[in-house]
């Protein structure tokens, strides 16, 4: 009788999993998965090479191999993307050496937000992130450059005095994620995606499984945050929900 249970249990959470997994596809695939990818190949690079005129694009920096937009999503949020098609984390052209350093590029570009805002933002309240492949909707690569979510802040603002340079595990909205720190010279030194391939194990092989994301900690050190796919904790690698496209925290 307990075996029977046991087995209707495992039955049940696999089921669960099965629907959960084909929901989120189902939601992967309803929209035009291309469509940032035409904007930057059909529009804000033609325009800048025949007019100057990068629009809708806010910047096509050719020299850097990348441009910003405004994300149609919330009042300040950007994406900041690669002109190259490189589909997201899962695409072998990440780790490549000559690869634009594109995390560096986008923590650069965070003062686009108090630009929009007209007012000065503080680092604090800024982050970056990137969706893991089957916790995103769109199949370029894109950075989102938006809020982070105050409860999230409180968190990493307890956690900052434990952390340091070694992958640590914490749990962040109820999803367990690796986190080092690293300062703004290591962030432009070195990619953060080949980081997380040589640094934590394993990482390499399934890079399409983890969505990263970076934020400012109170002593000015930068910490990364790396989150692993994991479907039984309802968990699709979506690093995005550490922000707050509506900006809440600026309110406090």
């Known amino acids: 009788m307990q075996g029977s249970r ?4 495992l039955l049940t959470v696999c089921l669960l999993v099965l629907i959960v997994g084909l929901i989120i596809s189902a939601f992967h695939f309803q929209k035009n998965s ?3 990818w035409q904007i930057i190949s059909e529009k804000c690079v033609p325009n800048q090479a025949r007019s100057g005129n990068p629009a809708p694009c806010q910047q096509v920096n050719t020299a850097q191999g990348y441009v910003t937009l405004k994300d149609l999503n919330g009042p300040l949020q950007y994406l900041l993307m690669p002109i190259e ?4 984390m899962e695409s072998p052209i990440i780790l490549e050496p000559t690869t634009p350093n594109l995390f560096a590029a986008a923590w650069l570009h965070r003062s686009l937000l108090a630009k929009k805002r007209g007012a000065p933002i503080a680092d604090s309240a800024l982050s970056l992130a990137i969706n893991a492949q089957y916790g995103r909707t769109q199949n370029q690569l894109h950075i989102h450059i938006s809020c982070l979510r105050p409860d999230v802040r409180q968190r990493l603002d307890a956690l900052s005095p434990k952390l340091d340079e070694q992958w640590q595990p914490a749990t962040l909205r109820k999803h367990r994620y690796l986190i080092r720190t690293l300062s703004t010279a290591e962030l432009a030194q070195r990619s953060v995606f080949i980081r997380l391939a ?8 399934e890079m399409g499984k983890f969505g990263l994301a970076l934020v400012e900690l109170p002593d000015g050190r930068l910490a990364l945050l790396a989150l692993e796919r994991n479907w039984l904790m309802l968990n699709s690698g979506s690093a995005e929900e550490l922000q707050d496209h509506q900006c809440q925290i600026l309110n406090h």
């Open 85 to 88: 098609k490189i589909t997201g």
């Open 34 to 36: 291309n469509a940032l």
């Open 6 to 9: 046991r087995t209707l249990k």
């Open 198 to 205: 040589t640094e934590v194990p394993n990482a390499r092989s």
